[in-house]
């Protein structure tokens, strides 16, 4: 499984561990023309999630969470920011979260650490 198709198996298997958690799915792959990209946007409960999912197959280099950059943090605000403008949910609460995946490379999921209020 080369890379690109790697990171796509995770955020699927990210997607089934929040539906089976509660969480409704708004949206995926939520990009602004170079801003850049979130992951998975999703309601738990009232609150709008905004997830950024990274799935590793080893921790040779750290914690997936720790690939999460004080910039990568700041481009998520902002297209969060245009998310909630674009739809009129300015009004609701609102948290940042990264799920982290253990995966072998043959797609077997390992471990889930969903970290709340992440940033």
């Known amino acids: ?3 690109r ?16 958690q509660g ?19 999703a ?6 999630c905004f997830i950024e999912v990274k799935t590793r197959s080893n921790d ?6 720790m690939a999460v950059s004080f910039s990568k943090q700041a ?4 297209l969060a920011q245009v998310y909630l403008s674009q739809f ?3 009004d609701c609460p609102v948290r940042f979260d990264v799920l982290e995946l ?11 650490n969903h970290i709340t209020n992440a940033f």
């Open 75 to 78: 481009s998520i605000r902002r």
């Open 43 to 48: 309601r738990d409960g009232e609150t709008i």
């Open 88 to 90: 009129n949910l300015l």
């Open 5 to 20: 198709d790697f990171g796509l198996r995770g955020e699927d298997e990210a997607v089934n561990f929040l539906i089976k």
């Open 102 to 112: 253990m995966m072998a490379r043959n797609g077997l999921v390992q471990s889930i």
């Open 23 to 41: 969480f409704k799915i708004l949206c995926r792959n939520y990009r602004v023309s170079r801003m850049g990209e979130i992951d998975i946007i």
């Open 60 to 65: 040779n280099f750290g914690t997936p969470s």
């Open 1 to 3: 499984m080369n890379n």
